[in-house]
């Protein structure tokens, strides 16, 4: 699976693929996390705009996944409760990381690119987003606590740090 940046010309394509992951989310008992539209457009086209979102190219040259890969600090992570950061050196934080359903592979694509960008990578997640979870675990990110999100609402949030 191809990993490229995303264009202005992908945003259509985009915004289908996370009306899919809204759908899914309801299906598996998250219905809360991405609700009022979140992602919306504009804030995908601002990650576009940033060089911060990423789409994942499918075998037919269809764009099939999404997510935003952004270096530096997140606001959000400067305050964690219950827990601690594994530290406190630079970090890539993964976010918005959505699926058309319609090719297998695509978080497996995207936490490996992640993994080869950074050794000390950042994320979080709605605590009914149990398919993330998951995800992360595979992925050997480590559970630190808790943060809060720009509309106030608790992610849980892991870190992955691999020592160079």
Request: glycine content about 8%.
């Amino acid at each position: 699976m191809e990993i490229r940046k995303a264009e202005l010309g992908d945003l259509t394509r985009l915004m289908d693929i996370f009306t899919h992951a809204r759908q899914l989310m309801i299906a598996t008992n998250n219905p809360h996390q991405w609700i009022d539209g979140y992602p919306s457009e504009q804030l995908i086209r601002e990650e576009i705009e940033q060089k911060h979102c990423y789409v994942c190219v499918g075998r037919n040259g269809q764009v099939v996944g999404v997510f935003c890969y952004i270096e530096g600090e997140d606001p959000n992570y400067a305050h964690i409760e219950q827990g601690a950061w594994l530290n406190d050196l630079p970090y890539a934080t993964i976010h918005r990381l959505a699926t058309s359903g319609e090719e297998r592979g695509v978080a497996d694509a995207c936490f490996r690119w992640c993994m080869e960008h950074s050794n000390n990578l950042r994320v979080d997640t709605h605590r009914d987003n149990l398919i993330l979870q998951h995800l992360v675990a595979k992925y050997g990110f480590t559970y630190c606590g808790i943060i809060y999100v720009s509309n106030g609402t608790p992610r849980l949030a892991y870190q992955r740090y691999v020592g160079k």
